[in-house]
């Protein structure tokens, strides 16, 4: 009789289905567990101009990188308004970690507009993440392969130190402005040391650039063209995504930014007084507006996602009407959350000044976010 060991055939797609996929509820509180490890690598990220490897590692094994892509392709499917409240609670602890575990999940968008082929390479390995850049600022030039030959250089690649695989908009050679996206792995990518800003620092938002790469054409896509796949995600148009996404983060450092004011309101005492600042008048009515101010961001971004989301399940792109108002409104929440935190950064004294404050870098972190092209105030 020959004893077989079974480990010897066990395959990753035999592991992929044996997984059980969290709930929405399994998920956050995965999320929440991992909290305590970003919020005490956040100053070492700073500092560092990258996340810490515990804090990538444990983003990694809560696959939230992944909940944007589909199962075929190892994903962790996750509905948008469970997806918002991960990236919520994850910049409640450290808005840089927020922001890169938002923008990596959301590269898994471009799983579902790539062939087969392509997408099953670039998203399938379990530590893949994507880094890229929405500007047409290369060049692409059509070669005798059916394929391109890439070049440029694109601005504010968040996780550029992190990317398996870099996607970038490029102007089609000898057309009337026609775009492209390619993905290019990593390793043909060079990355320039360009992110040198007040906050926002450990999401290492480099420019990146290629020479003459060729890329097959298998590796182009447009998210302006039907999606290959149909899961509800990639109904999705990306302005609506990123208006949600980004003001979901906003929220969390807002919220960050309160619960650290309110802590040192309690021990700090008030100017000539005994008493901590929490019992100051003023400073009850500074905190009492900010959290009205965040609450009401919250319940309008999740009233809006619970919209999209429904239209998205039952096989609808998002109308007009609300597609504008998402964009709107995640401009609306984005500066009221800064508004929020300039009232408690009125009366925080010394704590929002120096560099190892979590307060302050919560409310660096929101004003480098406000900055954000898509999140400029219409007047």
Known sequence: MVLVNITTYTCEPLLRAMRKHPTPQDLLNNVKAILPIIKQAAEASEQLGRLQDEVLDALFEQRLFRLFIPEKYNGEPTDL???????????SADGATGWLAMIGAGGGLFSGFLEESAASEIFSPERAVIAGSGMPSGVATKNQDDGYDVS???????GAHNATWFTANCLIEGTDNEITAVAVPAEQVEIHDTWNVFGMKATGSHDFSVESVPVKRAYTFSLFKEPVLDDPIFRCPLEVLASLTFASVAVGIAQHALDEFN??????QSFGSTAPLAENEGIKQRCDKANQLISTCSDELYRLAEQVWTQLENGETPEEALRKEVQQAGIDIVQDCVEATNLLKARAGMLAVFTGSAFGRAWRDLNVLSQHVMLAPTE
């Open 81 to 91: 308004p469970t997806a918002l409240h991960a990236f919520e609670l994850i910049a």
């Open 152 to 158: 440029g250089r694109w601005a504010y690649a968040s």
């Open 263 to 268: 802590e040192y309101a309690q021990h700090k």
